[in-house]
């Protein structure tokens, strides 16, 4: 079965070709970094405008690359909650049209639901090679069946694995959302652990403002940390069970930059970075980055602490790009516990992870949507979806 998956959530307009649920044919991306590092953030109306420009080319790209005409697309996947209103119009309004002008089915889709789903992509890409009958891993949680071999390519490590298993937990760590996702199955998702302020991506950007660096504040923050050292103590936050906050993290390296500055509280913050030497700003990336893994870290142990019945951990959006994260998740949580992340190019919004949960929603029984009444929802928590 191929989608067509379609996502404009936020700054990237993308649409992706996938094939039962784990074979990228296509992915085309048209980010908008570029237009909001001048803004340092993303402009909505601006956004909207853009996805606009180029939602109808970046789908005859996924189209052209996949060398699919609409006679083999079996259904459209799009991106209907949450994220920027503007954004999620563009995106469903197409999708919407294009389901009503060539008769395909159409199913919505939640944003952080296709986050999750980047991991299962890639499943398949060799499966006219001996690694399809990949050896289990041994696990004290017992035996891991092989699904199909993967390899992540593009990583600094190339290994290969088999597709998570469940129970799962999934951390969800993007600009908009930091959860831990408990899922007992296919598209059943329930929130174990949730940020109660801003989300760990939002902390990266906001964080990256103070010191001086550009747009998107995560891949800066990570560039520059790999030149510091953590020199710098910054606190964990107090917050009981499994839910986060990371405003208190940004405001304590405001703090501990004015501080080491030795100016004023009352020194406004988008002037520090101009007395901070490129050794200090390394020293405060590294120091925040490494807080910043720590604190998602220690809530997935304890979150694993609880649910010892788990066999495997996806990590996914945004920040699961993070080299840092992706290192110490290895190093620190057991050994025996398979740990996914996405392809670094998937971590990001993208139209394969969007074709690749509308694929299990398909799989999972879920109705297809009227295309003359599909809603966006800029808001809503997944668990309402599930
Ligand atoms: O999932 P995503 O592309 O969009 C949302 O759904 O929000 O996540 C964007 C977030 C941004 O906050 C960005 O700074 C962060 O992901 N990010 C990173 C890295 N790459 C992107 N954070 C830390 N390290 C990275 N390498
Ligand atoms: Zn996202």
């Not at 970094?33 to 001048?38: M, N």
């Amino acid at each position: 079965m191929k989608i067509l998956g379609i996502e404009t959530s936020c700054d990237e307009t993308a649409a992706a070709v996938v094939k039962d649920g784990v074979k990228i044919l296509s992915n085309a991306v048209v980010s908008q970094i570029d237009i909001f590092a001048e803004y340092g953030g993303v402009i909505p109306e601006v956004a909207a405008r853009s996805h606009l420009e180029v939602i109808l080319p970046v789908i005859d790209k996924a189209l052209f690359d996949a060398k699919c005409s609409w006679d083999d697309i079996d259904a459209i996947a799009v991106t209907h909650a949450p994220g920027l209103l503007g954004s999620l119009l563009i995106g469903t309004l197409t999708a919407r049209t294009l389901a009503i002008l060539h008769c395909k089915p159409l199913y919505a889709v939640h944003h952080l639901k296709s986050h999750v789903y980047a991991n299962w992509l890639g499943v398949g890409e060799f499966e006219n090679t001996s690694l399809r009958n990949a050896p289990s891993l041994p696990s004290s949680r017992g035996s891991i069946a092989p699904v199909v071999a993967r390899c992540h390519k593009g990583s600094s490590e190339r290994y290969f694995s088999n597709s998570p298993l469940f129970p799962l937990l999934a951390l969800v760590v993007s600009g908009g959302h930091t959860q831990i996702l408990y899922m007992r199955g296919h598209n059943r998702f329930e929130i174990i652990g949730t940020t109660r302020d801003d989300a760990v991506g939002e902390c990266f950007d906001k964080v990256a403002k103070i010191l001086g660096l550009p747009y998107p504040g995560g891949p800066s923050i990570a560039k520059a940390a790999m030149e510091g050292v953590d020199k710098y103590p910054l606190p964990h936050p107090n917050v009981a069970g499994l839910d986060f906050s990371f405003s208190g993290l940004k405001t304590a390296v405001l703090r501990a930059v004015q501080k080491e500055l030795k100016l004023p509280i009352s020194h406004p913050s988008h002037d520090l970075h101009n007395h901070l030497s490129p050794e200090q700003v390394a020293d405060f990336a590294a120091s925040f980055q490494k807080t910043a893994v720590e604190i998602l870290l220690k809530k997935i142990d304890k979150a694993l602490e609880l649910h010892p019945e788990v066999k495997s951990i996806v990590v996914a959006g945004g920040v699961s790009a993070n080299q840092e994260l992706r290192k110490e998740a290895r190093r620190k949580l057991p050994k025996e516990l398979p740990i996914y992340f996405p392809e670094p190019t998937l971590s990001g919004d993208n139209g394969a992870m969007v074709a690749a949960a509308g694929f299990f929603e398909i799989q999972s029984g879920v109705a297809q949507t009227d295309p003359y009444k599909l809603n966006i929802y800029p808001r809503v928590s997944i668990e309402k979806e599930g």
